[in-house]
């Protein structure tokens, strides 16, 4: 499996901004993540979702109700919707798969990933 994430980019608070993560190989039991990294911490959990059922999402608590997570499967392509930017939502997010259908947001649960692409967002 091979992720390859895009869609990055500046953006000013109250922006929207929507992230692609393009998916080969065969994902139809895997969980799809998204996780960031800001600037001297660590790696933490956004949003995932299911590839078998874009339904079954979760999300971290930070970004409930302003990020949506989706998946395209004709288009081999998953999502993230990021609405009402803030500030410290700047950070360098990768999106991930997990060869499972148990939801996790445990970073090293994830077996693959890919490059990340840069958010920035200014106040």
């Known amino acids: 499996v091979q992720l390859q994430a895009s869609g990055g980019g500046l953006a000013q608070a109250g922006d929207s901004l929507r992230l692609s993560c393009a998916v080969s190989?065969?994902?139809?039991?895997?969980?799809m993540g998204w996780f960031r990294q800001a600037p001297g911490k660590e790696r933490e959990f956004v949003a995932a979702v299911g590839w078998w059922d874009a339904v079954d999402t979760f999300y971290a608590d930070f970004v409930k109700g302003r990020f949506t997570a989706s998946r395209d499967s004709a288009k081999n392509t998953v999502y993230l919707q990021m609405n009402s930017l803030m500030p410290e939502d700047t950070a360098v997010y990768y999106c991930a798969a997990r060869r499972s259908k148990i939801p996790t947001r445990e970073l090293q649960e994830f077996d693959y990933w890919g490059q990340g692409t840069q958010v920035t967002v200014s106040s």
């Open positions: 190989g065969r994902t139809y039991s895997y969980y």
